[in-house]
């Protein structure tokens, strides 16, 4: 069973600014692994699948990269919709496991 | 437009059992295998289930496993949780969630419900 761990729990940024997520898979993942981002009372949304690739409606500002097993989501010049929690997930092999996920808040 | 409209949800005493359904609108359901994922109170996301697209291939977390039936019903573009047995611990919100593919393999979410809560109590 693949282990999924992000940090920090959470970041504190302010409009403007960049904030750096990043992720952990206990094995190497074959680039199978997606970022969604998830306000309260809504539905997630599918932000970068294969690590890198986003999704259609994902801003540029938003970028997956990867280096083995270990992920970062990069949202440069934040806006204030982008105040969410963000959750990695790895489907590479059952059972498919989601990160704890990073709350990105107001500084 | 994609839409998954999630029902069914309600309060159950442990031990009850329920079933979770989802309407697909907006797309070709038949062509898309399915997912369940849950919230607890507090808590982040949490795969449930899965299920290929003709219903040949189905997975569970073991948190669900053997409690747990996932299904659905081409015909009828609906997607079924009927879960059994339940414990104060299964106490989330329920999204349905769809991802391209055949659905023998995982795959990322790409389109997800409102979701329907689930209160386990007594």
């Known amino acids: 069973e693949i282990v999924m761990t992000q940090s920090p729990a959470t970041l504190s940024v302010s409009p403007g600014e960049s904030a750096t997520l990043s992720c952990r898979a206990s094995q190497i993942l074959n680039t199978n692994l997606a970022w969604y981002q998830h306000k309260p009372g809504q539905a997630p949304r599918l932000l970068i699948y294969a690590e890198s690739i986003r999704a259609p409606g994902t801003p540029p500002r938003f970028r997956g990269s990867a280096s083995g097993t270990e992920f970062t989501l990069t949202i440069t010049s934040l806006q204030s919709e982008d105040f969410a929690v963000y959750y990695c997930h790895q489907y590479n092999s059952w059972p498919q496991a989601f990160g704890p996920g990073t709350t990105v808040d107001l500084k | 437009e994609v839409q998954l409209v999630e029902s069914g949800g309600g309060l159950v005493k442990p031990g009850g059992s329920l079933t979770l359904s989802c309407a697909a609108s907006g797309f070709t359901f038949s062509t898309y295998a399915m997912n369940w994922v849950r919230q607890a109170p507090g808590k982040g996301l949490e795969w449930v289930a899965s299920i290929s697209i003709d219903s040949d291939y189905k997975y569970y977390a073991d948190s669900v496993s053997g409690r747990f039936t996932i299904s659905r019903d081409n015909a009828k573009n609906s997607l079924f949780l009927q879960m059994n047995s339940l414990r104060v611990e299964d106490t989330a919100i329920y999204y349905c969630?769809?991802?391209?593919?055949?659905?023998?393999?995982?795959?990322?979410?790409?389109?997800w419900g409102q979701g329907t809560p689930l209160t386990v109590s007594s």
């Open positions: 969630a769809r991802l391209p593919g055949y659905g023998d393999h995982g795959r990322e979410l790409d389109s």
